[in-house]
C-alpha cells in the first residue's frame, strides 16, 4: 500500500473558502482529475479535482469546514502510481485575478509529461471564428493568459471570411439588383445593370479585411498571442502548430477551447474541376455561369442561388428530401418556394446526382429521382452544398483524451466542458445548430467557466435565418415539432397582405406565425417569412427567454407602419382580439 496525501492547492487569493459538498466518499476508487470536493468563495463555486489516481481511505473534511491553500482533503491508497513532490501553485500572467479554474490546476500538476514547450499560457483557443475570438477575448477580459491558433493567416473564421459576412455582403448586391427590376412595374425604370466582378469582389474583400483587422487590433489591446499554424493536440496539455513554413511550436497549456469549426462536405463523385464550386468558392466570383445547378436545398445553396439569379445566372436546385430549407416551418418555405418557382428553371425535389461528367462544353449531370429529367443535363456551373462536417476528427483531439463522435462532434456539458475536465469544445465541431452565434454564447460559457465563474449555456431558443429573398427566419420550436412533441399548442398567423408597410414596399407574400403553449399561452416558437426577416427574429426569442405570453406581445406597443407590429397581430389573432383582420367566431 502507498498512502498518498490529497491536500487543497493553490487557490489563488482564496483563503479560509466554505466546503459546500464533497462529491466522494471512503472505500471509493477515482481517477485523475475526479471531483473530489466543491468549495465556494463569494465570488466563485470551483471543483477540486483528485491529482492522483487511486482508492479513498479517509477523507479529512466535511461540508461547512473552511480550507486554504494546503489544508489535507483525504488520503489515498495510491499503489501502482507516483505522486508529485509538491503539488505546484498554478501560475499566470495575472495573479491579481479572483477566479481561477482548479481543473486546470490539476491537470496541469498530474501532467507527467516530457514534452518541451516554446510557449504556455492559461488557455489555449484552437480557432478564431465567431467562437474562438469571443472566447479568447472573453477569457482575456477575466484575466487569463491567453493564446490563439488560426491555421489561416487571416483571423475571423469561416464566417466572417468565406461565410456570413461576404455572403451577406453579395446578397444586399442582389436585394438591390432584384429592387431595382421590380420597381418597372410601378413606373421606374433603372435599365439593365453593369457589373464589374472586379470590383465587386474589392468591395466585399475590402469589408473582410476592415473586419479581420478591427478583430486583430482587439486581439493587441487584450494581449492575446495570435499563432498562425495547424493545431494538433498531443496530450491533455500539450498542442503542436505547424505552419506554412512546416515550422513546429508546442504550446503548453492549463486549459483548452476547441473552436475548431466545420468545412462543407464534398460528393465523391463529383470530379475536379474548376467550373465545380463550393459554398467558399462560389464567394470569389470569377464569372457569372449562364446555367447554374446547385445541387443541396439547405440555407447555403439558397443563399447563393438567390446572388447568382440577380446577377443574371439561370438557376436548378436538385434536392434529395421532399422540400427545400429542412428544419424550418412549411408554412413559411411555401411562399418562398412560390416565389423562386416563377424565377428559376427547375426545383427538383426527391431527386439526386447520381454523375457528373466534365466535358469542354460544360458539365453534363446525370439524374435520379421522383423528378428527375428523362435525360442528363448540361451546365455551366455547379455549386454543391450539401451541408458541413466539423472538424473534430481533424485536430489530434482523441490523443487528449476527448470524445469524438464518428460525426466529427465533441459532446460537452451545460458548461462547454468535454470528458476532460480541462478542455472545453464550442460551435459547429461541439453539436448543431452549426451558426455564428450560438457558437458566441457558447464561447463566452466556457470562458467564464474556465475563470470560475458560474456560467452555463441554457438557451431557450437559438434563431435561424435564410437570407434568401425572401428572407425566412425562424426561433424556438415549429408547429411540425409541436406536432412531434406531443405538446398541445396553439397558433397565430398574420399574412403580410394585410400589412400597410409590405404592401408599400411591393411584398406582400411575407407571414408572421407565432407559437404558443395552450396550457400556459407562452410563446414557444416563431416564424416569419418576408424581406428583414432575420432583422425581425430577435423579439421572438427575447420573448420566448423572458417567457411572455399572447397578451404581453399583443399588448406591447409596436410602431406602426412597420413589420415589426405583424409579431403583435399574429399574438393578436391567436388571442382573438385582432381589428386589423377580420376572423370570423374568433373574437374574444
Not at 482523441?398 to 469524438?404: D, F, M, Q
Request: overall charge neutral; proline content about 4%; glycine content about 10%.
Amino acid at each position: 500500500m502507498s498512502i498518498s496525501k490529497v491536500k487543497v492547492p493553490d487557490i489563488g487569493d482564496f483563503k479560509n473558502v466554505e466546503v459546500i459538498e464533497v462529491l466522494c466518499k471512503e472505500g471509493q476508487s477515482v481517477a485523475v482529475e475526479d471531483p473530489l470536493i466543491t468549495i465556494e468563495s463569494d465570488k466563485a463555486t470551483i471543483d477540486v479535482p483528485s491529482p492522483l489516481a487511486g482508492r479513498i481511505l479517509s477523507i479529512k473534511i466535511k461540508s461547512g469546514d473552511k480550507v486554504s491553500e494546503g489544508n489535507l482533503i483525504l488520503e489515498l491508497d495510491t499503489i501502482n502510481t507516483s505522486e508529485p513532490e509538491t503539488q505546484k501553485p498554478f501560475k499566470t500572467n495575472n495573479q491579481s485575478h479572483e477566479t481561477k479554474n482548479l481543473a486546470s490546476i490539476s491537470a496541469k500538476n498530474s501532467t507527467h509529461s516530457s514534452v518541451t514547450a516554446d510557449i504556455s499560457c492559461g488557455v489555449l483557443v484552437l480557432g478564431s471564428g465567431p467562437g474562438g475570438y469571443t472566447a479568447a477575448f472573453r477569457a482575456s477580459d477575466l484575466g487569463q493568459d491567453v493564446v490563439m491558433v488560426e491555421r489561416y493567416e487571416q483571423i475571423g473564421g469561416v464566417c466572417l471570411n468565406v461565410g456570413c459576412i461576404p455572403s451577406k455582403t453579395l446578397l444586399h448586391v442582389a436585394k438591390i439588383i432584384v429592387e431595382a427590376q421590380e420597381m418597372n412595374s410601378h413606373g421606374i425604370s433603372f435599365g439593365k445593370p453593369s457589373i464589374d466582378l472586379r470590383r465587386l469582389n474589392e468591395w466585399k474583400n475590402s469589408i473582410i479585411r476592415k473586419l479581420t483587422s478591427g478583430l486583430t487590433k482587439m486581439a493587441k489591446e487584450r494581449n492575446v498571442k495570435i499563432l498562425n499554424g495547424f493545431g494538433e493536440f498531443i496530450d491533455s496539455n500539450h498542442l503542436r502548430v505547424t505552419d506554412k513554413n512546416k515550422k513546429v511550436s508546442t504550446i503548453n497549456f492549463s486549459s483548452a477551447i476547441i473552436a475548431a469549426g466545420s468545412r462543407p462536405v464534398k460528393l465523391p463523385f463529383l470530379p475536379d474541376d474548376p467550373r465545380i464550386i463550393d459554398s467558399t468558392g462560389s464567394l470569389e466570383i470569377a464569372r457569372i455561369p449562364k446555367n447554374l445547378l446547385v445541387i443541396g436545398g439547405g440555407i447555403i445553396g439558397l443563399e447563393m442561388a438567390t446572388v447568382f439569379h440577380a446577377l443574371g445566372s439561370r438557376i436548378t436546385i436538385v434536392e434529395m428530401l421532399d422540400g427545400l430549407m429542412a428544419g424550418a416551418d412549411r408554412d413559411l418555405v411555401r411562399p418562398f418556394q412560390k416565389r423562386i418557382a416563377k424565377q428559376y428553371d427547375n426545383i427538383l425535389l426527391e431527386t439526386r446526382v447520381t454523375e457528373v461528367e466534365a466535358l469542354k462544353k460544360g458539365l453534363r449531370v446525370h439524374f435520379e429521382g421522383k423528378n428527375s429529367p428523362d435525360k442528363p443535363q448540361m451546365f455551366d456551373s455547379i455549386l454543391s452544398s450539401v451541408g458541413r462536417i466539423p472538424n473534430g476528427l481533424n485536430i489530434g483531439a482523441e490523443k487528449a483524451g476527448v470524445e469524438i463522435n464518428k460525426k466529427g462532434f465533441i459532446n460537452t456539458d451545460s458548461q462547454m466542458r468535454t470528458n476532460i475536465s480541462n478542455i472545453f469544445a464550442i460551435g459547429d465541431l461541439a453539436g448543431q445548430p452549426m451558426l455564428a452565434h450560438k457558437a458566441s454564447h457558447e464561447a463566452k460559457v466556457a470562458a467564464e467557466a474556465i475563470s470560475g465563474i458560474k456560467s452555463f449555456f441554457d438557451a431557450r431558443a437559438v434563431p435561424s435565418v435564410a437570407y434568401t429573398d425572401p428572407e425566412v427566419a425562424w426561433t424556438g420550436i415549429t408547429e411540425e415539432e409541436a406536432k412531434t412533441q406531443g405538446i398541445a399548442y396553439g397558433k397565430g398567423s398574420f399574412p403580410w397582405a394585410a400589412s400597410g408597410r409590405s404592401l408599400s414596399m411591393g411584398r406582400s407574400e411575407g407571414i408572421t406565425k407565432v407559437i404558443f403553449d395552450e396550457q400556459s399561452k407562452r410563446v414557444i416558437g416563431l416564424g416569419i417569412v418576408g424581406p428583414n426577416a432575420g432583422d425581425l427574429i430577435a423579439e421572438g426569442t427575447l420573448a420566448i427567454e423572458m417567457g411572455c405570453d399572447a397578451n404581453d406581445i399583443g399588448s406591447t406597443i409596436h410602431p406602426h407602419p412597420t413589420l415589426s407590429e405583424t409579431i403583435a397581430f399574429a399574438a393578436e389573432v391567436y388571442e382573438g382580439t385582432i381589428t386589423d383582420l377580420y376572423i370570423q367566431g374568433k373574437k374574444k
